[in-house]
């Protein structure tokens, strides 16, 4: 890494990763030097697409090139632990795409990995660093709406999907909730933190995964959260956030949103929108710079995307996965049930 650019290596080559380099390339301070699959013609593939000077058909190939300041983990989620584990052990610093785990225990092994080794380790949680968001959660802090009282999300995809799709494939981590059902439950802790308890209702596939899910979030506070994520109906994707003295909707994309609407008691409609100088509102290049910004700094996690907050995510995945009776069969520990 030198002063001005940083030094990236992509961990697989599906759509994610494809979509992600996109948008680092068009970064002026970061380099992408190499990318890794389980399959050489599939490395190279992306490489020649991307313009990438080194295919590695090998993890781990990829994860002791010292020429790698960071690595972009775009695994199924699945592998999270294997893939990201690696690039910390061999002194890489990693950005790890959401599920961050399988479960609470995965996390953890790898949040000790990161401390361990004095590497930077973040979830790729993009909606925490999109500048909206950031301006939503600036007001919450701030008592716009006074106490909140609720937070309401989802995120639904219409499908169908067959048995045979990786949204449906336990041994892929399929389901909503891990893939969808993280975006509302990570909205609500972005602003209320972890909830000291969980109530959850699914409809299961044949296969034993979430088809869709609905959970109520109670929080210390007296608040409450209401989520619902679906792989079997197309949701608003909407949020709104409610206070003792108003209300913040965002009426759609509220993981990437252009606007949202401040209602005030007494007050009119305040609309705050996106500012295009910050780019397409599906743009990962958000996340990009604040990983960047982080190891320039030498900071080994960021203070947007907190290794406690995930932490915290993945015990409420954990926690309603154990009310509803989903269980992967690649777990390597079992998940944490209850709630810290």
């Known amino acids: 890494m030198t002063a001005d650019t940083v030094r990236w290596g992509i961990l697989a080559t599906g759509g994610i990763a494809g979509a992600f380099t996109a948008d680092l390339i068009d970064l002026p301070d970061a380099e992408v030097v190499a990318v890794a699959s389980r399959s050489q013609a599939s490395a190279k593939a992306f490489a020649e697409r991307f313009g990438i000077p080194r295919a590695y058909g090998d993890w781990n190939a990829l994860a002791q090139d010292e020429d790698i300041d960071v690595v972009y983990v775009a695994t199924p989620h699945t592998a999270h632990r294997t893939a990201a584990g690696l690039c910390l052990a ?5 950005l790890c795409e959401k599920p961050f785990t399988l479960n609470v225990g995965e996390a953890e092994e790898l949040v000790a990995l990161a401390r361990e080794h004095g590497r930077f380790l973040m979830e790729a949680m993009w909606m925490y660093c999109n500048p909206l968001v950031r301006r939503l959660k600036a007001l919450v802090d701030d008592g716009v709406i006074g106490e909140v009282r609720s937070v309401q999300a989802d995120f639904g995809l219409a499908g169908p999907f067959p048995p045979s799709h990786r949204l449906r494939n336990p041994e892929l981590g399929g389901g909503a909730l891990l893939d969808l059902g ?3 439950v990570s909205f609500a802790q972005l602003l209320l933190g972890e909830p000291s308890d969980v109530v959850a209702r699914a409809v299961l596939s044949e296969e034993g995964v979430d088809l869709q899910t609905a959970a109520v979030l109670s ?8 989520v619902h994520c679906s792989i079997v109906g197309g949701t608003a994707t909407s949020a709104s956030v409610t206070g003792s003295k108003g209300r913040i909707d965002i009426p759609h994309g509220f993981f990437f949103p252009d606007r949202f609407v401040l209602h005030r008691d007494g007050r009119d409609a305040e609309e705050f929108t ?8 599906n743009s990962m290049r958000h996340e990009a710079l604040e990983v960047m910004r982080a ?3 030498g900071e ?4 947007l995307v907190p290794l406690d907050g995930t932490l915290a995510v993945m015990r409420t995945l ?6 509803v009776g989903v269980r992967y069969p690649d777990e390597t520990g079992e998940p944490e049930l209850t709630l810290a």
Not at 90 to 94: C, L, S
Not at 219 to 226: E, N, Q
Not at 318 to 323: L, P, S, T, Y
């Open 182 to 184: 993280v975006y509302p």
């Open 219 to 226: 929080f210390d506070s007296g608040a409450l959260g209401s």
């Open 300 to 303: 080994t996690e960021s203070p």
């Open 90 to 94: 061999a002194g890489r610093h990693v």
């Open 318 to 323: 954990d926690a309603i996965r154990g009310r």
């Open 295 to 297: 190891v320039r700094a």
């Open 274 to 281: 996106a500012d295009p100088a910050d780019g397409p509102r």
